[in-house]
């Protein structure tokens, strides 16, 4: 009789991961690989980095899976792994993106632009790119806030947990990121039509 890993817990996927069977590990991206990578995709907004990160974020959480406290929800540990490749992205870009200007103008070329690919054929898209974009200004522990909460719909005690802070911090946080997004969405709405 074979085991269902369908039916397992992830504590019971933990555990049989620690005692090395392999398939659990698919068992485990097939049910969090989607909400990992949604999660880095809001957060980065490019869909090809975040793939990378969402593979990035498995092989860190595999391998640290002996350190995964069982007690707590798998999905909250492994987005918190998936946060933390998002802010080392973040700076790795910052880097990048302060050597990239320090080159000289004739290699300008061979420097990638960081914004948004233009598409003026569909207003939904460009309204998306808008809203990336306002996201993007905001400071990271606004936009994961605004992320977890309202793109992942994980509830305020799930959200204070991942970011190990109180879900009063959490309130907060929301209602800032909220209006901040509201904020920048009508300056570049006023830029637009001005």
Same mark, same amino acid.
């Given at each position: 009789?074979?085991?269902?890993?369908?039916?397992? +817990?992830?504590?019971? *996927?933990?555990?049989?991961?620690? =005692?090395?069977?392999?398939?659990?590990?698919?068992? %485990?991206?097939?049910?969090? !690989?989607?909400?990992?990578?949604?999660?880095?995709?809001?957060?980065?907004?490019?869909? &090809?980095?975040?793939?990378?990160?969402?593979?990035?974020?498995?092989?860190?959480?595999?391998?640290?899976?002996?350190?995964? &406290? =069982?007690d707590r929800?798998?999905?909250?540990?492994?987005?918190?792994?998936?946060l933390n490749?998002?802010?080392?992205?973040?700076?790795?870009?910052?880097?990048?993106?302060?050597?990239?200007?320090?080159? #000289?103008? @004739?290699?300008?070329? &061979?420097?990638?632009?960081?914004? #948004?690919? #233009?598409?003026?054929?569909?207003? &939904?898209? =460009?309204?998306?790119?808008?809203?990336?974009?306002?996201? +993007?200004?905001?400071? #990271?522990?606004?936009?994961?806030?605004?992320?977890?909460?309202?793109?992942? @719909? %994980?509830?305020?005690?799930?959200?204070?947990? %991942?970011?190990?802070?109180?879900? !009063?911090?959490?309130?907060?946080? *929301?209602?800032?990121?909220?209006? !901040?997004? !509201?904020? %920048?969405?009508?300056?570049? =709405?006023?830029?637009?039509?001005?």
């Open positions: 009789m074979t085991l269902d890993l369908a039916q397992c +817990s992830d504590r019971e *996927l933990a555990a049989l991961a620690s =005692a090395g069977q392999q398939q659990v590990y698919r068992e %485990l991206l097939r049910r969090y !690989k989607a909400p990992v990578f949604r999660l880095i995709r809001a957060n980065i907004g490019d869909p &090809d980095e975040a793939m990378d990160l969402t593979q990035e974020t498995f092989v860190a959480g595999f391998a640290a899976l002996g350190r995964y &406290d =069982a929800p798998f999905r909250i540990w492994i987005a918190r792994i998936a490749k998002c802010r080392d992205w973040a700076r790795r870009r910052a880097v990048r993106s302060f050597f990239a200007r320090a080159l #000289p103008l @004739e290699s300008a070329h &061979d420097v990638a632009s960081d914004g #948004p690919a #233009p598409d003026a054929e569909a207003a &939904d898209r =460009a309204e998306l790119a808008r809203v990336r974009a306002a996201m +993007s200004r905001l400071a #990271p522990n606004l936009r994961e806030v605004l992320v977890l909460r309202g793109v992942e @719909e %994980l509830s305020q005690a799930e959200t204070a947990e %991942l970011l190990q802070t109180s879900e !009063k911090t959490i309130e907060m946080r *929301l209602y800032r990121a909220r209006a !901040k997004l !509201k904020a %920048l969405l009508g300056e570049t =709405a006023v830029r637009e039509t001005g």
